[in-house]
């Protein structure tokens, strides 16, 4: 896929941001994402992975819509999280769409609040998306997208059994996960949910 294939106001961020052309990564993943089949997204540092996904969920999403997030995106810690943000702020600038951050530092109360007042996008660390799913405070109902950015980190203690529990309650949905390396706990996700998912591996 091509960048003028894009929505106008996405094409506007990449004119700005000096992206002349896609990455190879890019030119394969964004149609994927756009296509709506379940995906893993397998490239080093510096192939656009981060983009791709941004790329995806606002060419998905479009616009605001209602109160529950429609798409989830799980980070290691709150500083991917911070980060993750800074790089999608741009994008979201010509749009409505509502970005949250929920991560262990922020009282718990306050999150809840915040995510039930309306968002369509969370950013989220394991352990909090957890309290938040187990205390009832964020609604997966509604989600379009379930997205793991820089996924090595689920290899690593039980932050994978804690992202393998929430699609159990989550009735149709799009599984992306991107990651330098194509780790064998990763792909053992197929057999749950990111059943027949799409591969993109670039060297």
């Known amino acids: 896929m091509s960048f003028k294939k894009l929505e106008p106001s996405i094409k506007q961020v990449l004119t700005e941001k000096e992206f002349i052309a896609p990455t190879k990564f890019q030119k394969q993943a964004i149609s994927k994402i756009k296509s709506g089949v379940n995906l893993f997204g397998i490239g080093p540092e510096g192939c656009g992975k981060t983009t791709a996904l941004i790329i995806g969920v606002i060419q998905k999403l ?16 709150k500083e991917k999280a911070l980060e ?3 790089q999608f702020l741009p994008f979201l600038k010509p749009t409505d769409l509502r970005l949250y951050l929920a991560y262990d530092e922020q009282r718990f109360d ?9 968002v369509d ?7 909090r998306l957890t309290e938040l799913f187990q205390r009832t405070g964020i609604n997966v109902t509604q989600l379009q997208m379930y997205i793991i950015d820089d996924a090595e980190f689920l290899t690593r203690g039980t932050q994978l059994s804690l992202v393998n529990r929430i699609p159990e309650s989550i009735p149709k949905c799009q599984y992306i996960m991107s990651s330098t390396l194509f780790h064998d706990k ?12 799409h591969l993109v591996n670039v060297k």
């Open 110 to 118: 306050h999150q809840k609040d915040e995510i039930y007042d309306g």
């Open 62 to 77: 479009k616009s605001a819509f209602e109160d529950a997030p429609r798409a989830l995106i799980i980070v290691e810690n």
């Open 186 to 197: 990763l792909e053992r996700l197929q057999d749950s949910f990111m059943f027949g998912a």
């Open 121 to 127: 996008i969370v950013i989220a660390t394991p352990k």
């Open 84 to 86: 993750l943000e800074s």
